[in-house]
């Protein structure tokens, strides 16, 4: 019973009393009198206190209302496209380091929290993550970084897979088709490759000495075969070569070259290994005798 209701009873009931013993000086407007004042003050303030509580509540409500509107405003998505011949850098909030290749993007939010700063990638980038763990999505890849961990993402538009090098700490990859928790750990000196399109992910060690060198520059060859050197000066010079006999192709040769030009490794290959190396309609034709 709330207290309104409760004074319209007691109210009935004085008005009800008629027999009271002789010499009480008492009716039923003076005993409501009495009634009120011993608890009118009461209700009174459990009113205030009710309305005080009421809208201390409503405060708090549009207090984190505005506190979560302001901070999806605030924290806005940012995205980055390297469209130029360089290679462009960008620092995240968290101080966690990004470098574009050309021909890549990012997108991210201006601010990262420590769980769920989702970051979506194409491209091809290297990543020097700080204190703040980040899931970063590749097409149908996502993959999960640990604070303090390097990484190489490539993820070129003609090529069927995404590859992923870890190159300090460790990561886990998933295909975002699969069952939740069920992931792949990538550990240093180790790299993924999930396929676009048939849901596989396989990993191996990482015997690419250059998959950076888009990065620092330096192209390194350890004995590498001729076929491997082509394939390494194709991609990063962007120019096709083709060796022309089967000979030479399995040849080997060792070097390292910090920023050089593309006809400055050619004319030491040639030297090398004796071959002629002709120009022809914007393609690079390898040739020779051999070994």
Not at 5 to 29: T, Y
Not at 134 to 140: A, K, S, V
Request: net charge negative; proline share 1%.
């Amino acid at each position: 019973m709330d207290n309104e209701k409760f004074d319209e009873w007691f109210r009935d009931k004085i008005n009800q009393q008629e027999d009271l013993p002789a010499g009480i000086e008492w009716n039923s407007d003076s005993g409501w009198q009495k009634y009120l004042q011993k608890n009118g003050v009461k209700k009174t303030q459990s009113k205030i206190m009710i309305g005080y509580i009421g809208a201390s509540a409503a405060a708090l409500l549009i207090i984190a209302f505005f506190i979560t509107f302001y901070d999806n405003i605030i924290n806005e998505q940012i995205v980055v496209v390297n469209d130029t011949d360089t290679i462009k850098e960008v620092v995240l909030s968290d101080g966690t380091r990004v470098w574009m290749n050309t021909n890549s993007s990012i997108e991210y939010p201006s601010k990262l929290y420590e769980k769920n700063s989702q970051l979506l990638i194409s491209g091809e980038v290297y990543m020097e993550t700080n204190k703040t763990k980040l899931q970063i999505q590749i097409e149908n890849a996502i993959v999960y970084t640990e604070a303090f961990s390097a990484i190489n993402i490539r993820s070129v538009r003609e090529l069927s897979n995404i590859d992923v090098t870890v190159a300090k700490g460790a990561i886990k990859v998933t295909e975002q088709s699969y069952e939740p928790g069920l992931s792949l750990l990538i550990t240093a000196g180790s790299y993924c490759s999930i396929h676009k399109t048939e849901k596989i992910i396989f990993t191996a060690l990482n015997d690419d000495l250059n998959y950076i060198a888009w990065k620092t520059g330096e192209i390194i060859f350890d004995d590498s075969s001729m076929e491997s050197v082509v394939h390494v000066l194709s991609k990063y010079y962007d120019m096709p070569i083709e060796i022309q006999d089967y000979q030479t192709a399995y040849c080997s040769f060792s070097g390292t070259f910090d920023n050089q030009q593309l006809d400055t490794i050619l004319q030491q290959i040639k030297q090398h290994l004796h071959i002629i190396i002709k120009k022809n309609n914007h393609k690079i034709v390898i040739s020779g005798k051999g070994c």
